[in-house]
């Protein structure tokens, strides 16, 4: 495999999430079975760790989760806390077939009880997928 730039598997995963230098990203939800090589690129992009115990409000949350690690809503109302207002979660779920896949039907539960709308998915990885979460643009006055 090459590792010449943008000739990473994990290029066309980061385009998709919107990683960008100078973006505050926290990460929760880490676990050794996470793709490294996502994390990796990510870290590479941003041109610094993620924010683990934020002072100030952060751009993005990338949140890694498997259906056995509890309640998704709570997970996701969790993961608003340092979050800025026109901020979004980028749920990593378990692909299809995968253990600790995440049915949809729960996503869509949770992400309306933490008042988030799924903006859109992407395959991001071959064991992992990405699920964007955000405000609800008429949610504010």
């Known amino acids: 495999m090459s590792t010449a730039p943008g000739s ?10 919107g990683i960008a230098p100078g973006l505050a990203v926290q990460e929760l ?4 079975d996470v793709d490294e090589d996502l994390r990796s690129a990510v870290l590479d992009i941003l041109g610094e760790d993620f924010v683990y115990e934020a ?9 890694w989760w498997r259906d056995e ?8 109302v969790d993961a608003l806390t ?9 749920l990593l779920t378990p692909r299809i077939g995968r253990v600790g896949h995440v049915d949809p039907a729960d996503l869509s539960e949770a992400a309306l009880t933490a008042g988030l709308a799924l903006a859109n ?6 064991t ?3 699920h964007k979460l955000v405000r609800p643009k008429g949610g504010r006055r």
């Open 69 to 76: 690690d509890g309640d998704l809503g709570d997970g996701l």
């Open 8 to 17: 990473s598997p994990a290029s066309s995963a980061l385009a998709a999430l």
């Open 29 to 32: 939800g880490w676990d050794p």
């Open 82 to 90: 340092d979050l800025t207002d026109r901020g979004h979660i980028w």
């Open 55 to 63: 002072i100030e409000a952060v751009d993005m949350v990338l949140l």
């Open 128 to 130: 992992w997928e990405a």
């Open 121 to 126: 998915t992407a395959a991001v990885s071959r």
